[in-house]
């Protein structure tokens, strides 16, 4: 059967490609300055203050149930975005009019229908804290029977450096510890219909998850694209990025293979609608705003 991308009506932002479901869950938003994004200020409508999702997919397919990214996890409000990284405290992320919610990953799955126990793999698109806080808090797993996979090069960058105390470091060891943790490869198929591709600069180890069948294609881009003025502006950076040159030629990279192409990107940090398409314009074109193809 060949049939078109089309939006489900679950009570959540979902698609289908071909037979495989994509399911965008939150584990809540926050605001950041806009000094964030390099870039960004001197554009005549640029905010004082950026809203930025923390989002997390679910991919249904061929009888596999896979989580891509986890949030922040439990957290109290207020504690430093990113607190492994020193470059972040350079920028108060949290504006004093409206405090950051995180923590709601759970509630997303269970309003899927899944149970932690019905996941079978979490692939982390890269280690930054807010993509890794529900695999294992405090050293539990929260996905008992899922395997979970990363991009290698992140672990030199992020959890060897970190404290032992650190909370991604305690979570990601006691996985590696139990045999539940394993690398990633470049152009591996980590399920059916889903090949894992390394894209480095926002860290050395990122991945963007590209999902094809029967001739459609999505591809969850993870942190290459951030918020929705660097597709027009592939130059705006964001002061996460490990390389910011490096993260450029991804961003520029990427644009050039879904550019006027019909592919649909899904975002983990935009804050309106995660499913888009990015027209010859280079404008963004939220899925449900445009015909089915």
Same mark, same amino acid.
């Given at each position: 059967?060949?049939?078109?991308?089309?939006?489900?009506?679950?009570?959540?932002?979902?698609?289908?490609?071909?037979?495989?479901?994509?399911?965008?869950?939150?584990?809540?938003?926050?605001?950041?300055?806009?000094?964030?994004?390099?870039?960004?200020?001197?554009?005549?409508?640029?905010?004082?203050?950026?809203?930025?999702?923390?989002?997390?997919?679910?991919?249904?397919?061929?009888?596999?149930?896979?989580?891509?990214?986890?949030?922040?996890?439990?957290?109290?409000?207020?504690?430093?975005?990113?607190?492994?990284?020193?470059?972040?405290?350079?920028?108060?992320?949290?504006?004093?009019?409206?405090?950051?919610?995180?923590?709601?990953?759970?509630?997303?799955?269970?309003?899927?229908?899944?149970?932690?126990?019905?996941?079978? !793999?979490?692939?982390?698109?890269?280690?930054?804290?807010?993509?890794?806080?529900?695999?294992?808090?405090?050293?539990?797993?929260?996905?008992?029977?899922?395997?979970?996979?990363?991009?290698?090069? *992140?672990?030199?960058?992020?959890?060897?450096?970190?404290?032992?105390?650190?909370?991604?470091?305690?979570?990601?060891?006691?996985?590696?510890?139990?045999?539940?943790?394993?690398?990633?490869?470049?152009?591996?198929?980590?399920?059916?219909?889903?090949?894992?591709?390394?894209?480095?600069?926002? !860290?050395?180890?990122?991945?963007?998850?590209?999902?094809?069948?029967?001739?459609?294609?999505?591809?969850?881009?993870? *942190?290459?694209?951030?918020?929705?003025?660097?597709?027009?502006?592939?130059?705006?950076?964001?002061?996460?990025?490990?390389?910011?040159?490096?993260?450029?030629?991804?961003?520029?990279?990427?644009?050039?293979?879904?550019?006027?192409?019909?592919?649909?990107?899904?975002?983990?940090?935009?804050? *309106?609608?995660?499913?888009?398409?990015?027209?010859?314009?280079?404008?963004?074109?939220?899925?449900?705003?445009?015909?089915?193809?």
């Amino acid at each position: 059967m060949n049939r078109p991308y089309r939006i489900l009506m679950l009570g959540m932002r979902s698609i289908v490609v071909g037979d495989i479901e994509i399911h965008a869950l939150t584990d809540g938003r926050l605001q950041l300055p806009s000094s964030f994004f390099p870039g960004l200020q001197g554009k005549r409508s640029a905010p004082s203050t950026v809203p930025v999702v923390i989002g997390a997919f679910l991919i249904r397919t061929g009888g596999r149930t896979v989580l891509v990214d986890a949030g922040f996890g439990p957290r109290a409000s207020g504690e430093p975005h990113l607190p492994q990284h020193s470059k972040e405290q350079l920028h108060p992320v949290v504006s004093a009019a409206e405090p950051e919610h995180t923590g709601g990953l759970p509630a997303a799955l269970a309003e899927a229908g899944i149970a932690p126990a019905n996941i079978d !793999t979490v692939v982390l698109t890269h280690l930054h804290a807010d993509h890794i806080g529900w695999v294992a808090p405090n050293g539990e797993p929260y996905f008992p029977n899922a395997e979970v996979r990363y991009g290698a090069p *992140d672990w030199a960058a992020f959890i060897e450096p970190a404290g032992r105390h650190d909370r991604g470091r305690v979570a990601l060891e006691a996985l590696r510890a139990q045999g539940k943790l394993r690398p990633l490869l470049d152009g591996e198929m980590v399920a059916p219909g889903v090949t894992a591709r390394h894209a480095p600069g926002h !860290t050395p180890g990122h991945y963007v998850l590209e999902v094809a069948d029967q001739d459609r294609r999505a591809v969850l881009i993870g *942190d290459v694209f951030q918020i929705p003025e660097q597709m027009a502006d592939p130059a705006i950076g964001a002061a996460s990025d490990a390389n910011p040159g490096q993260a450029e030629l991804t961003r520029r990279r990427w644009l050039g293979e879904v550019v006027g192409t019909g592919t649909i990107v899904a975002a983990a940090h935009f804050p *309106d609608e995660p499913f888009f398409r990015i027209a010859a314009d280079h404008s963004v074109e939220p899925v449900a705003a445009v015909a089915a193809s």
